[in-house]
Nanobody, 122 residues
Framework: VQLQASGGGLVQAGGSVRLSCAAS????????MGWFRQAPGKEREVVAV????????YYADSVKGRFTISRDDAKDTMYLEMNSLKPEDTAVYSC????????????????WGQGTQVTVSS
């Protein structure tokens, strides 16, 4: 699976951004999909994960109630709607695909896309 994240940019605190992750190469619908982020000087962290067919979702506590993950299997695309953005949401956001069905959320990802920068100004 090839993954390409897009949609990042510069936004003011309190604003919204919608990220997209376009997939190609294999059956997108068979993968659990996740969004991750990495801020300067910090480790990469999981932001949100969505199961196959969107049946289940997981959110990091820091984004619950503000971010929404979704997928459109007909378009081989995953989304992350980010609302009420805070400066601490500033990071490079990446998407990843997992075939791991042994646990939820999965902790092993098979494919990673290049990230997209989101910068939230105060």
């Amino acid at each position: 699976v090839q993954l390409q994240a897009s949609g990042g940019g510069l936004v003011q605190a309190g604003g919204s951004v919608r990220l997209s992750c376009a997939a190609s190469g294999r059956t997108f619908s068979s993968y659990r999909m996740g969004w991750f982020r990495q801020a300067p000087g910090k480790e990469r962290e999981v932001v949100a994960v969505i199961g196959r067919r969107g049946a289940i979702t997981y959110y990091a506590d820091s984004v619950k109630g503000r971010f929404t993950i979704s997928r459109d299997d007909a378009k081989d695309t995953m989304y992350l709607e980010m609302n009420s953005l805070k400066p601490e949401d500033t990071a490079v956001y990446s998407c990843a695909a997992s075939s791991d069905r042994s646990r939820w959320p999965p902790d092993k990802y098979d494919y990673w896309g290049q990230g997209t920068q989101v910068t939230v100004s105060s």
